[in-house]
């Protein structure tokens, strides 16, 4: 059984730092894209970061270009997102996924597995 289980989010600051994390098991995920995706109240979900497990190749959206980091720990088997100089506008429940997909793909429908979900608020 495929899971993913995000960890990390919390309140912080404008202008803080968090680092999410992503716990994938159940398969072997060194084909497969993992993306960061996160869901504002009363917006659509949206792309955040990607990376090819296997090439550790990278895509961000532009808003976060210079600001998030996304890795990932073939050890640990875990993805993370590290998040600086953070804005209230990121504030919103990101989500970690997986899907055999190139690291340019940013429309939710395609990855396959999800998470649960962590909620990131930033205050002013």
């Known amino acids: 059984q495929v899971q993913l289980v995000e960890s990390g989010g919390g309140v912080v600051q404008a202008g803080g730092s968090l680092r999410l994390s992503c716990a994938a098991s159940g398969r072997t995920f060194s084909s497969y894209t993992m993306g960061w995706f996160r869901q504002a109240p009363g917006k659509e979900r949206e792309f955040v970061a990607a990376i090819r497990w296997s090439l550790g190749s990278t895509y961000y959206v532009d808003i976060v270009k210079g600001r998030f980091t996304i890795s990932r720990d073939n050890a640990k088997n875990t993805v993370y997102l590290q998040m600086n100089s953070l804005k209230p506008e990121d504030t919103a429940v990101y989500y970690c996924?997986?899907?055999?997909?190139?690291?340019?793909?940013?429309?939710?429908?395609?990855?396959?597995?999800w998470g649960q979900g962590t909620q990131v608020t930033v205050s002013s």
């Open positions: 996924a997986a899907g055999l997909v190139v690291v340019t793909t940013v429309e939710a429908r395609r990855y396959r597995y």
